[in-house]
């Protein structure tokens, strides 16, 4: 990257992330003092790159005068997810290629025989080649380059528009797969070839294949819409390189994303979780769980020192393993959009079917007839019928309250008031479970940790699940709705690296340990180097994935640098499995996996003190009420005050009952929570006791 097309730190930045109905904006205008200013427009699904320059249009800032671009996209999510991959040959070992079809021996369904299950590449497409390198790293049998050539040809003839070389025990020994590579590379149309071990040098050939047929598979896609984004941009103004959101939470340039494309997959929810965690810090909690509830699923996260918990073991979907590393986001299907039935056995559901944006719940006036968690908090008083953000004049009530009193008051022996609590309170228990997935499940007590709630429809909810949850503190940042956009702003450089091993540490040389943490190292200040933005200083972190001998699962152990020794390596692998199972096994062996090192950019601090515009403040909290209604708590309606969040005194103190409302979303405190705003503009909610 030439160095005066590098954006420096006091630039101004634009983060924008393209959700399933929103596209939304954040600028940082550095040259006005931090100005803020916010944009949210539809999400244009069939060319994203269109809301994206709808966004930047509504803000009214010169495109051309924006240092830097950080953008989220939903492109590779989205394409994985609906199966709308470009069409993608493999080559692999001869006797293999049905390893991504045939998986774990799982099933889509615990109990039963149902469901189904299709591979990224079909089986038509997935052809065999003479070859077979030993898990020592020997080789058994060489490269048939001439069956090689033929397979190329096929595929290519096949009309494939990716390529995936996946041979048996290459993160052992890569020669086959790199000259497989230079063959290809002379006959394929294109630079769209996945070389399996380059992306993920690590055993199981099941998850690496998938991971790199994934990657190839998306690869064409996510090329396509950078170089149609780049285009609208530069016909707007946009000079420099803009940077796209990463599934570890890190940035990488637009010109080096779609070589690693697997890594922008969940990208979406990390940008969150590193919002969240950064302002966290800010307000001064290092330990959080990240509680983002959108339109039609909940994802949540651990935050602990301010560090998102990052892991190489994310499985998607059923089958769908991609092992490169991701913020470790938890979903549930339950959001605003979150269907509410009754099913055949008389039992109240909620989930994971979703009305979606279209029709979208009843409240919305495009069609919908099913009752949703959404029309619950509008029929309970939580949510506004004149200003609904999705909504065209005022929502109907009568009509929402009718369904329900139908649908699910009559099955149920309820009215329709209290059909929408109960669909509340079930909302709320399958959230519930979700951040005891990420907390309990993980050896942790939610009790030590606050509730950072986002998205549009997470502060309608956070005090009732921290309270389900005995977690004590709630914070709601200043922009609940756009938390997603802000995670680009303030999200550093970062690149991952992980190596196999697979040995007994007993037997492991340790030379080689160092020697491989040191040339990840090296590798990552190299791409620092290319990147589109100077960061302020560059951060190394090793650790290494560890198992006892015979044992499956994998614990990832943080090492102090990349001079560990066999000792200190021993005793912090015995300490991480005591502190996750409370067992010690002092006379099993233990297994060292994987080396893996995180080289992270470090950008600049930014003020977030503006994200609510000072000046519109109100003086006393009298002049940020906007009206007394009635809202619904625990089967009582309470006369409750509604506050514009935006005008609240910096100072504000809130005792609840309390409505909050502001453009991107809604807060709901319920009684005998408080509600204190600190200097950024958060709310920290102390709950009350269940």
Known sequence: MDEKNRAGPASTVAGIDVGGTFTDLILIDAASGGRVRLAKTPTTGANQAEGVVDALAQTGFAVEAIDLIVHGTTTTTNAVLERRLARTGMITTRGFRDIIELGRRTRPQPYGMTGRFVPVIARDLRLEVGERMMAGGTVHTPLDEAELRDAVIRLRDLGCEALVIHFLHAYANPRHELRAAEIAAELWPNDHITMAHALLSEAREFERGVTAAVNAAVQPILKRYVERLRRDLRGQGYKREFLVMNGNGGMISAGLVAREAAKTVM????????????????????DVVTYDMGGTSTDVAMVRASRPAVSNEIEIEYAMPIHVPMVDVRTVGAGGGSIARVNDAGLLEVGPESAGAVPGPICYGRGGTRPTVSDANLLLGRLNAQKLLAVDGA???????????????APLGLDATEAAGAVLKIGNLRMAGAIRMVSIAKG??????????????????????????????????ARPGITNALGCVVADLRHDFVRTLNRPLASVDM??????????ADDGHDQIAREAVRPERVEVAHSADMQFVGQTHLLNVALPGPEVDRATLQALFEEAYFARFKVKLPEIRANLVNLNTSVIGIRPELDLSTLIDPAGRADTLAAARTETRPVWFAGDWLDTPVYAREKLPLAARIDGPAILEQMDATTVLEPGDRAVSDGDGNLIITVAKA
Do not use: N, W
């Open 267 to 286: 990208s979406g929810p990390a940008s969150g979780v590193m919002a969240a965690a950064y302002t966290a810090r800010r307000a001064g909690f290092g």
């Open 395 to 409: 929502a109907d009530i009568k009509a929402v309250r009718a369904v329900f009193s139908h649908t699910l008051g």
């Open 444 to 477: 942790h007590d939610p009790r030590d940790f606050s509730l950072f709630a986002f998205g549009g429809a997470g502060p309608l909810h956070a005090c009732a699940l921290a309270r389900e949850l005995g977690i004590p503190r709630v914070i709601v940042p």
């Open 511 to 520: 030379a080689t340990v160092h020697a491989i943490l040191e040339e990840q």
